[in-house]
């Protein structure tokens, strides 16, 4: 059988693996559009050197991924405009739990500056550990550790007891399986 | 990354602490599975197979112009700068021979503030150095200019003198002086003291010359703990140096209150320069120098002049009654020890001769003067304005005979540019035509071609990006 070539084995890996960087795109960028477009872009960045990382692209991909996340708001900070506080009818609105615990984290997420967020998804969606995520955004050991303890702080914040409820009342497709491991590992 | 595959295990070598292992404090129960839940509203798009040949497209568009750009950068900034040297090198300096008689200029023209300098590389022998607007350091590239002091070769060239980085400057007093054969210069120079510096960044400790022929500098440092207050520092003749100084009393505490603190004088030292000695021939300090001869302040309206080949000594009456205004750049000093000045004020003034015997001649009907250079018995040549011009608009170096007032023009100096200094040497020779001082491209044209060429590397630069991003959507990229 012959080899693949690299442009075969790029289609291969990116058809396999697309819908997870989707996912994890998803919650850095916080919207379908935008995530779309970052895991675009991080594709576009990583086929040059697609012959050098064919072995293992999932550390560069997902490098290129979370800092492509943060110098992308960079970019575009200056035409959004925050809110500090949570919509209080979304703290309050209980009729379908599952649509609103989502959109509460989501936009809880939206909070949290875009290092704080590349953060808290790398190591509790991705499962990657202090080091690795210190290294997959460029950062320092203890500038990961400052924006993990800061974010996890705002998001206590901000979501109060809502995800305790979620705990207990599993609304994903992961939920109720009682793995040790973060969600979004295999 | 949120789905299980075989592609790759990110959690190999995992050695920190997982997010299950926090603690409560730093933990949030149910959000690895509330990312989780959340993750699964992400979009679920389809594969675009053209996705890497559009990114190698991109990528090589992107790389063709940043190539483009650092070319242009590379090629473009190293035209400027060499040509920027180039255009400001000196000419090359054809050696005065036997057919290139030295002399004086007739007139010292204005000239670029671009012009090159000595540099402190061999030259030849200065004729005359005026003060005229020259452009250095980064101020340059800007078009800015300061003071400078312009040479003209006894061939006829013109250049900027560059003097040693320790010249104490002109604005600290540092006065200089040419000597009569033009080819050295001397002048005070700054250094380290033992004790607190008067001024830390500009004490003058010793005096220094300037070969221009060598560009050699051969300093005279004197012991001092505050610094010097400089004095005289005037040639006797090619090859001496005749010059004074006080000690400054004290640190920088006394910055503003020099006269009530001054400390020693030195007297009149004699610096011969290619003997290497220093002799201090008297205890008070000069009031006039002249060739060989050396005018010391005695009491009242008497000094005493001293011949410095034989060392003989002669009361003689000095110029100014007694009465001192200036320093002996005032004065000149002839032969017979007479001593010619302006005896009205430091203004344009009147001419007047002190003989040794005390007989005292004016000449009203000859041109003012603002700086005598050369007496002898019947001649003297003075630097001042142009017949009656007080505003000294033009500046005109005189000869004048004493018998008759009647004066001749030897030098014209356009532009109210001051005189710094004249090889007296050349006052009785005929002038010669002075070289073309030519018309450097002034450091701002070039300034601008430089930030021209950075604006195009950077356009090309963003030309490429732009490029790249359309050949990364879809587009050709071209």
Not at chain 1, 103 to 115: M, N
Not at chain 1, 164 to 179: C, E, I, K, V
Not at chain 2, 201 to 224: F, H, K, N
């Amino acid at each position: 059988m012959p080899e693949p070539t690299t442009h075969e084995h790029f289609d291969d890996w990116v058809a396999a693996r697309r819908p997870a960087l989707l996912r994890t795109a998803y919650l850095l960028a916080g919207n379908e559009h935008d995530a779309e477009d970052l895991v675009q872009a991080t594709l576009i960045k990583v086929v040059p050197r697609w012959h050098r990382i064919a072995d293992d692209p999932e550390p560069y991909v997902r490098t290129v991924l979370s800092r492509e996340s943060v110098s992308r708001w960079r970019r575009r900070r200056w035409r959004e405009l925050h809110t500090d506080r949570l919509p209080e009818d979304l703290r309050t609105w209980r009729h379908d739990r599952d649509v609103t615990d989502r959109e509460v984290l989501r936009q809880a997420l939206q909070r949290l500056s875009p290092r704080q967020r590349a953060v808290i998804v790398l190591r509790y969606f991705d499962g990657l550990t202090e080091a690795e995520t210190a290294h997959a955004l460029g950062l320092g050991l203890g500038t990961v550790k400052k924006h993990g303890r800061e974010a996890m702080a705002r998001l206590r914040g901000l979501l109060g007891d809502t995800l305790g409820d979620a705990s207990r009342t599993p609304a994903g497709p992961s939920a109720g399986t009682g793995s040790p491991t973060p969600a979004g590992q295999p | 990354m949120g789905e299980s595959d075989s592609l790759s295990d990110p959690r190999t070598d995992r050695t920190m602490t997982t997010p299950t292992e926090h603690s409560a404090q730093h933990t949030l129960p149910g959000l690895d599975r509330a990312l989780d839940d959340l993750a699964h509203k992400a979009p679920v798009g389809a594969h675009d197979p053209t996705l890497f040949s559009r990114s190698m497209r991109a990528h090589r568009t992107r790389r063709a112009w940043t190539s483009a750009a650092l070319a242009v950068l590379v090629i473009g900034l190293a035209s400027v700068t060499g040509l920027a040297a180039l255009t400001r090198a000196p000419s090359s300096i054809q050696p005065a021979g036997s057919s290139t008689p030295a002399g004086l200029p007739s007139v010292v023209q204005r000239v670029s503030p671009y012009l090159a300098g000595t540099n402190g590389e061999p030259w030849e022998a200065a004729a005359v150095l005026v003060e005229a607007p020259r452009a250095t350091g980064a101020g340059a590239l800007i078009g800015r200019t300061g003071t400078g002091i312009l040479a003209v070769s006894t061939a006829g060239e013109y250049r900027f003198l560059d003097l040693p980085d320790d010249w104490t400057g002109a604005d600290s007093g540092g006065l200089l002086d040419l000597s009569p054969d033009g080819r050295r210069v001397a002048l005070w120079v700054t250094g380290e003291t033992s004790g607190a510096p008067y001024d830390a960044d500009q004490s003058t400790v010793g005096v220094a010359v300037l070969d221009l022929t060598t560009g050699a500098v051969t300093r005279q440092a004197v012991d001092t703990e505050h610094g010097l207050d400089p004095g005289e520092v005037r040639w006797a003749d090619d090859d001496r140096v005749v010059w004074s100084y006080t000690q400054i009393a004290g640190g920088p505490e006394i910055a503003d209150d020099l006269v009530q603190v001054s400390g020693d004088s030195s007297g009149t030292l004699v610096w011969d320069v290619d003997a290497g000695t220093v002799d201090r021939i008297s205890d008070q300090v000069p009031v006039a120098v002249g060739t060989e001869r050396v005018v010391v302040q005695g009491r009242g309206r008497w000094g005493t002049c001293i011949d410095l080949t034989s060392g003989s000594q002669q009361r003689v009456r000095t110029a100014d009654g007694g009465f001192w205004l200036g320093n002996s750049e005032a004065v000149v000093l002839g032969e017979d020890c007479a001593q010619g000045w302006n005896y009205t004020s430091m203004l344009p003034g009147r001419f007047q001769v002190t003989r040794a015997d005390g007989s005292v001649t004016t000449h009203p009907g000859a041109p003012r003067l603002v700086w005598p250079l050369t007496l002898t018995a019947s001649t003297a040549t003075w630097w001042g304005p142009r017949r009656g011009d007080q505003a000294a608009t033009i500046g005109r170096l005189w000869s004048v005979d004493l018998a008759t007032d009647e004066a001749t023009e030897i030098l014209r100096v356009p532009g109210g540019r001051g005189l710094v200094g004249v090889a007296t040497d050349l006052v009785d020779l005929p002038t010669i035509e002075a070289q073309d001082p030519g018309s450097p491209v002034p450091l701002p044209w070039f300034t601008a071609a430089g930030a021209g060429v950075l604006l195009l590397g950077l356009g090309l630069l963003l030309r490429g990006r732009a490029r790249a991003r359309a050949a990364a959507a879809g587009g050709t990229g071209a």
